[in-house]
């Protein structure tokens, strides 16, 4: 019985970790980033744009401690499978998938830590220049479309902050506000 309920409670984290990653993919598809954030609308500025959306969840989810660990594992767990099957659906040939995939889990840690740090710092370039980098990958986009990307990424990321796990895990993240 202890392994039936063990699935069971393993099966509802899965869940959980779905219901948010599958918001989260929601709200990177939303034409804005595209348009007024000037984003390329391209594999790679989708790419981009979800590894801005889950740094900012990943980031909100470290300050729950403990408690959001496997809802953070399961996010990164369906980010690898959601890349793998993205890739196989492009054509990516079996041998390369998974040296790829671990580019992209590389990429997405190393924007997680850009993004963490641009946030936390009291330079108010510091965001801007980790956008730059990493959403636009080093093409200065127009002044109007960087400043509409920076205050999107801090309306994000204070939303996130005041949203509570259980509304987390049931991917509600709160008013859209485009």
Do not use: C
Not at 69 to 77: A, I, M, T, Y
Not at 80 to 95: I, W, Y
């Amino acid at each position: 019985m202890s392994w039936f309920k063990s699935f069971l409670g393993h099966s509802g984290k899965r869940r959980q970790a779905e219901t948010l990653y599958e918001a989260l993919v929601h709200l990177v598809r939303q034409p804005d980033w595209y348009a007024r954030g000037q984003v390329p609308d391209t594999v790679d500025g989708r790419f981009d744009i979800l590894a801005l959306a889950l740094s900012l969840a990943f980031a909100r989810l470290k300050k729950e401690g403990e408690a959001g660990v496997p809802l953070s594992k399961g996010l990164l767990e369906l980010f690898v499978d959601d890349m793998d099957n993205s890739l196989r659906e492009m054509g990516v040939g079996d041998l390369s998938v998974g040296k790829q995939v671990q580019k992209m889990v590389s990429a997405l840690n190393g924007r997680q830590q850009a993004y963490e740090g641009a946030l936390a710092s009291q330079d108010p370039a510091e965001l801007p220049a980790a956008l730059v980098r990493n959403a636009y990958r080093g093409e200065t986009p127009g002044p109007k479309a960087l400043d509409w990307l920076v205050e999107r990424t801090r309306a994000l990321d204070a939303r996130f902050a005041a949203l509570s796990l259980d509304n987390l895990k049931r991917g509600q993240l709160g008013e859209e506000r485009p």
